[in-house]
DNA sequence: TTGTAAGCGTTATCAC
DNA sequence: GTGATAACGCTTACAA
């Protein structure tokens, strides 16, 4: 492979002036700077990034640390930030956490012995209450979740309003027996959950039931089966994302009965099979790609000027009505 | 932060002793690696990656080359790799191609920029046909697609007696006029045809009609919709993704056709909604995750030893045979 | 079994 | 404007 000094060597400039040039940096005569640019071009010269890396401290890779690729609102979050990382010039390192608070901070180590400019994250809840801005030795911005230190970048959706106006919907189109299905471990599906109570409490009404649950198809399923079958079963079945009500819709299969007449059923994340089963699913749909985007953007900045004040983006979600919560 | 010189000050030796103990190699005494490894836990010393690499030109770092992390598939597949990496102390590089040539040396060259150990790689049909073992200066290894070159270790679908065990299984079920929906660019939609073709042959059939598009919910829509307006309708449609089925099962919907009885729907892939839909969708489902984990295995192994044969794993889908091609 | 020391390919500080 | 040159933190001959 060339090295600089190759390059140096081919342009009859040195090191340090190939260095510049390559960096775009000023001082450098027109005639050096295009001799360099000829060099590196005749011996398709690439620089070594371990070298760069070692050299400078800081290197052109953003961590992406999310729970679980295969929840399609992260699969959605993590092409936005490949794309715009990638047009930036920065690679993404991708780890799955689990929700496990043990995992997350194994893997944060491992980014910073890797010298990351810095991570998205989404973390559980516990690892959120102690987050602090400078942690890691590389700033931070999180996503989906929320930290009470607001010191900290953050994009978010409007959870608490989204979760109200879910049920709002609910409550509107006749429904009074709700059961909320919560992915525990992480801020977001509390908040989603205090918007439902919220709306809830001010028609005076409880949940008919709830459950907290780890947010994968599975926990949907056994939660709602559980609701399905007690003496006294809900009708409507409010759930907090794309895989609980997955599993939800399983359960309420599997009862044999009816969506909306028997049970209604509603969820956040727009995903492929929202408008795929029959009736369609009423959600909350999360832009997740510009989610996404403006974490990384948010992040790329903040690699660029550290003292930048910090800042959360709430988003907000769009309620998409469809048959499963039609009017009773 | 910490240096191997001052873990190797701590413990009283030299930094090659340090480095020693910490790969792992023989020849140092049990007093020393004791020592070593007492300071490297009082001082938390962690090696820096970068100097790693850069002295050993090699990384701990793997690429992983996909079209779209998501199509379920490759979501799939990711998790599976990121998790055997992990587990043999590698991070992943995650890129996606887009189904671009381009894109595709675009992200190899990075990779090699960034002294990856290895990529696990799913190559257009362009990009797969001049493909050699020593090409990018790290090992690749093929998922999902082939190659002409026996050399390149690949895991794969046997996707032609897939194709024509799912056609079969149409074809035995009373299905005669069945349409062929093909994701292009890449070997698999076409291996997937040649089954299809094959069964249909076999019993002396034509397709009622194909049609080759990106491989995207889009392309299946628009193809099927046409399909479905033609003068000659299908009695079934074959769809070779999950993304394609789902684009098909819309524009059905949107045809006010039912599903089996005007036309049967199947695919590839098991995703969350093949069961959630209403009837249920006959695929054949891919081990995803082995498809991964192997994937990854074979590259840790060439990692290893770079002269180690070169080998093509073919595994075998699994019919699951449901409402969606139910009997005529 | 251990230590010395020479790089790996950059960047950045000097001095010119 | 430019060029020597000293790091960055590690691995690995080679010598002892």
Redesign the interface.
Known sequence: ?ESIKDVAREAGVSTATVSRVLAGKPYVSEKARAQVLAAVDKLKY??????Q??RSQR?T?IG?LVS???N?YF??V??AV??VA?EAGY??????TDENPEKEALYL??M????VAGVIYSPTKQSAETLTPNQFGFPIVLVDRNTPNSDIDTVLLDNVTAGERLTFHLLENGYRRIFGVFGEASTTGEQRREGFLRALRSMELSPVGESFTTPR?QGGLTAAMNALQAANPPDAIFTTN??LA?GA??AI?KCQLRIPDDVALVGFDE???S????PQLTVIAQPTYEIGQTATEMLLKRIEDPKRSARKVILSGELLVRGSSAAR
């Open positions: 492979m690439r620089p070594n990034r371990a070298a890396t070692l290197s890779t992406l679980d690729i295969r399609p699969t959605a993590s092409r490949e794309d990638h690679s993404i390192f991708l780890c799955n180590k491992e910073a012995d890797k010298n198809i794309s895989l997955a819709l399983s299969h995903t492929t099979w408008t795929l089963v029959q």
